[in-house]
């Protein structure tokens, strides 16, 4: 069993030049406004407010850097998690919108991310804006995780027929904290394991 034996707020920056640099693996959130990024980052780390999560849909214009460490018997696995504003907001103008995702991708473009968890609202797993998004994110890294929030808000059936369609994928619901521990040990597999030498 992982365990989370540190979560420390580090620095929010609202330009990529105030980002800190990093010597550990990064790992970043992305995913649509209201999706649950702040959520899954306070759920991965057991910390009930170190991200905030807001009602608000586009609320969160900064970038949010996080120290995270785990461990697993005598293991530790140290990285930086951090959470990055939504796309495709619903409350802003085009041209704020524009000039964010402009930002988003020079920020991505910018930082050696050893992995990209990207969020899908599982009630609505088949956006055009998040198919267009993970694609992006595949042509600049072969580390693309997608993970479905929120599946307390499904039924039985569709969790299975969802589960069944994206089996490299995985499921979570902050709320009830399933998938929550798999969600942990992918991180460390993917950036503690395969990428090791
Ligand atoms: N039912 C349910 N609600 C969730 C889940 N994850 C997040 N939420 C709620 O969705 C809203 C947006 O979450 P937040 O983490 O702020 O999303 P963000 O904008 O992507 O950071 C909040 O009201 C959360 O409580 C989940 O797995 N299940
Ligand atoms: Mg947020």
Known sequence: MIRVVEANFVKSASKIEQSPTVEI?????????????????????ERKGLAKSSNTPGKTKLINFFQVAF??????????LVDLPGVGYAKVSKTQKKEWEAELLRFIGKRKIS???YLIDSRHPDLEIDKGVVEYLHTISDMVLPVYTKTDKLKKSEFHKLKA????????????GDGVADLRKRVVESLFTENEN
């Open 25 to 45: 693996p990064e790992v970043a959130i992305l995913g649509r406004s209201n999706v649950g990024k702040s959520s899954t980052i306070n759920s991965l780390t």
């Open 71 to 80: 461990q697993e018997d005598d293991n530790k696995y140290i990285f930086s």
């Open 115 to 117: 992995l990209f968890i």
């Open 165 to 176: 369609k994206n089996r490299d994928s995985l499921l979570i619901s902050n709320q009830k």
